[in-house]
């Protein structure tokens, strides 16, 4: 059964740093493209960052967190993360987790992931 357990969300104000944390069980984890969604209300999900299965050497962003946010693997703890930095307030939004099946590529579509965590809040104060 594969799990994927977000944290590290929290409150933050306009300007500072949080790291999201997605520890993964159950799926052959250093195989995996990992990706970072997220969701603010009454709004759709929306990709926010994904990391290549082969040690996370290929990365992708999207154009609103390019340069602020980073996301990185460690295959052994089988944990992706996402630091994020210089946080607005059109960040605020719920993180999800999301991993994809074995040897396949980022995708920047959430129909392509196949196994969700359950969310983190992240709210950016100004």
């Known amino acids: 059964q594969v799990q994927l357990v977000e944290s590290g969300g929290g409150l933050v104000q306009v300007g500072g740093s949080l790291r999201l944390t997605c520890a993964a069980s159950?799926?052959?984890?250093?195989?995996?493209?990992m990706g970072w969604f997220r969701q603010a209300p009454g709004k759709e999900r929306e990709f926010v960052a994904g990391g290549s299965w082969n040690g996370g050497r290929k990365t992708n962003y999207a154009d609103s967190v390019r340069g602020r946010f980073t996301i990185f693997r460690d295959n052994v703890k089988e944990t992706v993360y996402l630091s994020m930095n210089r946080l607005k307030p059109e960040d605020t939004a719920v993180y999800y987790c999301?991993?994809?099946?074995?040897?396949?590529?980022?995708?920047?579509?959430?129909?392509?992931?196949?196994?969700w965590g359950q969310g983190t809040q992240v709210t950016v104060s100004s």
């Open positions: 999301a991993a994809n099946r074995p040897f396949r590529g980022i995708s920047t579509d959430y129909d392509e992931y196949d196994y």
């Open positions: 159950g799926l052959t984890f250093s195989r995996s493209a």
